[in-house]
């Protein structure tokens, strides 16, 4: 759905769907908590881009051509659901053995890395081909949904002249779909025993004295390549080091953008690894981010999540393919851009894909049951499915699709009192007016919120973020709509009226839900 479309849902839906019934478990909620919300317009955090939105996929996944493919209609479908801007990054652990088979009689390289053959390694046991006619599919697949690209080379695993080589293929078919490269997946985690991609004691300086080795190589092939990087596991202080050496040794132009990954929980089969312990703040994200934007700011560059989701190793069941995961995903990602990110790309793809990624395992399956949803994808993938048997929108789609109403908008600070209530509030400016977001992530507290409207503001309206339980993973929708079909619908069906008296509205937000408010 194009911007314009959902302007206009906006604008002629209200009338028609006034007073839409809340979901019956939203109901059954004791004495709502009053909270008191207030806007700082003047007071910009960042501008979130059109591009925000993003998918991340194993390089594996183009081991076959067919998926990432114009032809592959419903996915297609899928991605311009949720944007026509977006990015799609490719890499993952996968990216580190998958080679360049640049002809039909190519030989794969000879691959000698500690960890194949240990129960204990979390890489992937086996080296897979890219051909130029996945490069080609690609190109043609980003036409037709409106992306751009982020490429990952393999660095774990490859060397300097592979890798220019499938660089300049890259390059030449991408064109302008192609942001930058990435050179090399979470090398932050290369010399851990379950990865054992370099040796213990390997660190930053080995790391950039090989990195700048690969992108020499590559900038020789592609004179205007550009880079991004270090797309690390969770070192913030790579990514300063990354962020300050490399534009003095590599050329300030060179480097579009800083990277990392984050996850919230993980391993899936600890018992830690829960919805409680998902929902709840994580001190890292503003230790990790408070590191890394003054280093971006001063050398002019941008920082960008390429890759994380709820939880790693393949997402865990009944949680990343459930409501939690859904308000999880709409607070993380809006959390993000107030701390200054340019964009988010969540992480998924099928089982097999996400199995192979690592050591052919998936710890987030709890059963036999688990194993066959995980082979439409795995439990944190935004989108499940196969080519066989299509493909369709999961529960975090639906908060990803909430945070599409913010993009192209100036994100402004909030004051929002809760009163020890687990929500957060985000509000922006919009064309059209203002959009403001409540997730409250409390399993137990309903809010009334108080909200402050800006100066000259008297009317509103309402979205819902919502499911029949926080560990739904069906009936999940946004507005009262979900997802349809194979050219992949949505259009907002139930909108609240909210009414604004002297300045304020009150808003209800049931506990486990999500609110939009529409203000203009």
Same mark, same amino acid.
């Given at each position: 759905?194009?911007?314009?479309?959902?302007?206009?849902?906006?604008?002629?839906?209200?009338?028609?769907?006034?007073?839409?019934?809340?979901?019956?478990?939203?109901?059954?909620?004791?004495?709502?908590?009053?909270?008191?919300?207030? *806007?700082?317009?003047?007071?910009?955090?960042?501008?979130?881009?059109?591009?925000?939105?993003?998918?991340?996929?194993?390089?594996?996944?183009?081991?076959?051509?067919?998926?990432?493919?114009?032809?592959?209609?419903?996915?297609?479908?899928?991605?311009?659901?949720?944007?026509?801007?977006?990015?799609?990054?490719?890499?993952?652990?996968?990216?580190?053995?998958?080679?360049?088979?640049?002809?039909?009689?190519?030989?794969?390289?000879?691959?000698?890395?500690?960890?194949?053959?240990?129960?204990?390694?979390?890489?992937?046991?086996?080296?897979?081909?890219?051909?130029?006619?996945?490069?080609?599919?690609?190109?043609?697949?980003?036409?037709?949904?409106?992306?751009?690209?982020?490429?990952?080379?393999?660095?774990?695993?490859?060397?300097?002249?592979? !890798?220019?080589?499938?660089?300049?293929?890259?390059?030449?078919?991408?064109?302008?779909?192609?942001?930058?490269?990435?050179?090399?997946?979470?090398?932050?985690?290369?010399?851990?025993?379950?990865?054992?991609?370099?040796?213990?004691?390997?660190?930053?300086?080995?790391?950039?004295?090989?990195?700048?080795?690969?992108?020499?190589?590559? *900038?020789?092939?592609?004179?205007?390549?550009?880079?991004?990087?270090?797309?690390?596991?969770?070192?913030? !202080?790579?990514?300063?080091?990354?962020?300050?050496?490399?534009?003095?040794?590599?050329?300030?132009?060179?480097?579009?953008?800083?990277?990392?990954?984050?996850?919230?929980?993980?391993?899936?089969?600890?018992?830690?690894?829960?919805?409680?312990?998902?929902?709840?703040?994580?001190?890292?994200?503003?230790?990790r981010m408070d590191a890394i934007m003054p280093v971006a700011r001063a050398n002019g560059l941008t920082f960008r999540m390429a890759e994380g989701n709820s939880c790693y190793r393949g997402g865990k069941a009944g949680m990343s393919n459930a409501l939690a995961g859904a308000l999880w995903g709409m607070d993380y990602m809006l959390d993000m851009a107030a701390r200054g990110c340019v964009g988010i790309n969540l992480h998924g793809g099928g089982g097999k894909e996400i199995s192979e990624s690592l050591g052919n395992k998936l710890p987030g399956a709890r059963d036999a049951r688990d194993l066959e949803i995980a082979k439409l994808g795995t439990f944190y993938s935004p989108i499940a499915g196969n080519l066989e048997l299509g493909y369709h929108a999961r529960p975090i789609f639906y908060g990803m699709l909430a945070v599409q109403q913010f993009a192209n908008t100036d994100l402004v600070a909030t004051r929002f009192d809760t009163h020890g209530v687990n929500a957060n509030a985000y509000a922006a400016k919009r064309v059209d007016g203002w959009c403001i977001a409540v997730v409250n992530k409390d399993l137990r507290l309903d809010l009334t919120v108080d909200v402050v409207v800006p100066p000259g503001c008297k009317s509103a309206a309402t979205w819902r973020l919502t499911g029949p339980s926080i560990d739904a993973t069906e009936n999940v929708s946004l507005a009262g709509a979900r997802v349809s079909g194979t050219d992949a619908k949505w259009t907002a069906l139930a909108t609240e009226s909210v009414a604004v008296k002297e300045g304020r509205a009150a808003l209800e937000v049931p506990h486990a839900s999500a609110a939009l408010l529409f203000v203009s």
């Open positions: 759905m194009t911007d314009y479309t959902r302007r206009r849902v906006l604008k002629t839906g209200f009338a028609t769907t006034v007073g839409a019934a809340l979901p019956r478990f939203v109901l059954a909620a004791q004495a709502s908590t009053r909270a008191s919300l207030s *806007i700082e317009p003047a007071r910009v955090l960042n501008r979130i881009p059109a591009s925000y939105n993003g998918f991340s996929i194993e390089t594996v996944t183009l081991e076959n051509p067919s998926v990432y493919h114009a032809a592959n209609r419903d996915l297609v479908a899928l991605f311009r659901c949720l944007t026509t801007d977006g990015v799609l990054r490719i890499g993952g652990n996968s990216s580190e053995f998958c080679w360049w088979k640049a002809a039909a009689d190519a030989q794969a390289p000879q691959i000698k890395a500690a960890g194949v053959g240990r129960s204990d390694n979390w890489m992937p046991q086996q080296l897979h081909a890219i051909t130029p006619q996945a490069i080609d599919n690609l190109r043609g697949f980003l036409d037709a949904t409106g992306w751009s690209c982020i490429y990952g080379l393999n660095f774990g695993t490859g060397s300097p002249a592979r !890798d220019a080589e499938e660089a300049a293929y890259v390059a030449r078919v991408l064109g302008p779909k192609l942001k930058y490269f990435q050179i090399g997946n979470e090398p932050d985690l290369y010399r851990t025993p379950n990865n054992l991609l370099r040796p213990s004691g390997w660190d930053f300086p080995d790391y950039l004295r090989e990195w700048l080795e690969i992108a020499r190589a590559v *900038i020789a092939r592609v004179p205007d390549a550009k880079f991004g990087g270090p797309d690390v596991g969770g070192a913030a !202080d790579w990514v300063v080091q990354f962020g300050q050496q490399v534009p003095k040794l590599l050329g300030q132009e060179r480097l579009a953008e800083l990277t990392g990954h984050y996850y919230a929980e993980g391993p899936p089969d600890s018992p830690s690894a829960s919805i409680q312990n998902l929902l709840a703040t994580d001190p890292r994200i503003a230790e």
